[in-house]
């Protein structure tokens, strides 16, 4: 027998002790209020006289036939309250069984089973509702989990072998000089350029997806200025115009990863976007909700692709214009902020071209918060 089967056994006897418990302290007690009465009325007549009410004595049950009976009631009601004890116990605790069994084959690899407890509802069924849902939850996560680890090893293996290629052509010419070789090195540090972003996106989105340990508040229209500031000469250099109408909205939640979020929306939208392009930020209040847009000219983007392009290492073409500058993580970054901030995300293809994405989140403060 197993402890956990020893556990569950040890869990039904002491619910059944305390059942039985309480059936045999409520048939004492009804014995108690009978047999005490009887023994005062008893005592309380004269020895000799009979009892002054009109009512003709006759055989009948005498007090100490009452206490004998009622001592043997107490004693055949021990296994009695016992039995239904047990019983009702272990009809209390045959749905924590099925939670039990069903969890431990949820847990040996199959994340498909639910518990499914039905009717009635009461507490021990919520526990189960609530476990489906964390299931579920958890069957999304290890389904994502196991697409983004193959994904990541397809994106991290490709420019390590073009950097173990370009090793191997360099060192098998035997007519290499020197400024062959300095190319060669030159070539090398790009793609280990290209390979460290590639890891700081990646943590950068395993980052986002831990959720929030900390929370400030903070104004997005003051977040929006800031990554400007960095971002306004790589939109020069591309010919793409930079428009702000920043209002304050005042919000809470972690900086850096509300920082991530409004810095990869603007890459996202100054990377995809074309030649003397525009792209507009907007930071506003509305109600209960804080708002930022970022909208963007660029290419004509199909609906049925918009929400594709919030997983990871999602592309519409080769960098939508024949470039491969990004890493199809900015946006699967923004969506995993969203989701830990507990915010909303739409995004719509604008007619003419590009991308409008709107993020909301909570006005004011976090409840923790002064």
Known sequence: MTSRQLAR?????RLALAY?????AAGVLVLVFVDVPLATIHAAIPAGHPPSSGIAAGPGISLPQLL???????????PVALTL?????????HPLRAITATARIISAGNLHRRLDLGEPTDELTELGH?????FTRLQASFDAQRHFVANASHELRTPLAGLRT???VALADPDADADTLRSVCQEALALGGHQERLVQALLALATSERGVT?????DLAHVVEGVLASRRDQATKRGIDLAERLKPAVTAGDPRLI???VANLIDNAIRHNHEHGHVQIITRSSGTQVALTVANSGPAIPDDQIQRLFQPFQRLAPDRHGRHDGYGLGLAIVNAVTQAHHATLTADARPEGGLSITVRFAQGSHPNLP
């Open 85 to 93: 004890g047990w019983y009702v116990a272990g009809r209390f605790l």
């Open 259 to 261: 920082e991530s979020l």
């Open 68 to 78: 004998m009976g009622s001592a043997v009631a107490l004693v055949i009601l021990v």
């Open 9 to 13: 056994r040890s869990l039904q006897t």
């Open 20 to 24: 039985a418990a309480g059936i045999y």
């Open 130 to 134: 609530t476990l489906d849902d964390l």
């Open 214 to 218: 900390r929370w400030d508040r903070l």
């Open 166 to 168: 370009l090793l191997e």
